[in-house]
């Protein structure tokens, strides 16, 4: 199992941008598809987007579709996810997972194998 850690989160105002971080300790996630997700407390975790683990193809949820981006860094062990014009209803713990199937990527669905921790995301004016 990957430990993952989240970096990037942070308080910004409706309209701002953030960038996300993911990254592996001592391990290329370059074999591995990359998901994102977010949780708010009380509701399911929800799919953001998905990175796939062999094409680099990308899939996103409706609500982020055309303003956030998943790429992977120039350093193997990194992915990120680039938040622009975010909204107060983005506010969430947002976590990333990793897995070597990939099977549910598409579908953003959070049947992954290794999880981070999660980095708060509050967008508030």
């Known amino acids: 199992q990957l430990h993952l850690v989240e970096s990037g989160g942070g308080l910004v105002q409706p309209g701002g941008s953030l960038r996300l971080s993911c990254t592996a300790s001592?391990?290329?996630?370059?074999?591995?598809?990359i998901g994102w997700f977010r949780q708010v407390p009380g509701k399911e975790r929800e799919g953001v987007s998905c990175i796939a683990h062999s094409s680099d193809r990308t899939y996103y949820a409706d609500s982020v579709k055309g303003r956030f981006t998943i790429s992977r860094g120039n350093a193997s062990n990194t992915v990120h996810l680039q938040m622009n014009s975010l909204k107060p209803e983005d506010t969430a713990v947002y976590l990333c997972?990793?897995?070597?199937?990939?099977?549910?990527?598409?579908?953003?669905?959070?049947?992954?194998?290794?999880w981070g921790q999660g980095t708060q995301v509050t967008v508030s004016s």
């Open positions: 001592g391990f290329t996630l370059r074999h591995y598809a």
């Open positions: 997972a990793a897995d070597l199937d990939g099977s549910s990527c598409p579908y953003l669905i959070p049947l992954f194998g290794s």
